[in-house]
């Protein structure tokens, strides 16, 4: 069974930085070759952030490029998100997403089956 469950959201100054991570359970990790971040602001769609596939290769939205790392450790089965640098428009609910494989419109939320329940970033300035 997929699990996924996202946790390390929080309110943090502009300029600031926090780490998301999202747990996975060990079938997760080895039938979801492809897992992402997407995030939703209120009254906004929700966007991808970036991805991260079986061989490590990485795909990034260019508003985070530099500022965020998504990384995985699939010995423990989690899925991390590095965030530096944070401004008020990161504010959010941040969910990760897993898919068999990685699509090729990486950024669309509707290519992905499933999904945690999301933690909130907030930015102040």
């Known amino acids: 069974q997929v699990q996924l469950a996202e946790s390390g959201g929080g309110s943090v100054q502009a300029g600031g930085s926090l780490t998301l991570s999202c747990t996975g359970s060990e079938y997760t990790y080895y039938s979801r070759y492809c897992m992402g971040w997407f995030r939703q602001a209120p009254g906004k769609e929700r966007e991808g952030i970036a991805t991260?596939?079986?061989?490590?290769?990485?795909n990034y939205d260019d508003s985070v490029k530099g500022r965020f790392t998504i990384s995985k450790d699939n010995a423990k089965y989690i899925l991390y998100l590095d965030m530096t640098d944070l401004k008020p428009e990161d504010t959010g609910m941040y969910y990760c997403a897993a898919e068999i494989e990685c699509p090729s419109h990486w950024l669309d939320y509707h290519a992905y089956a499933d999904w945690g329940q999301g933690t909130q970033v907030t930015v102040t300035s």
């Open positions: 991260i596939d079986r061989d490590g290769s990485t």
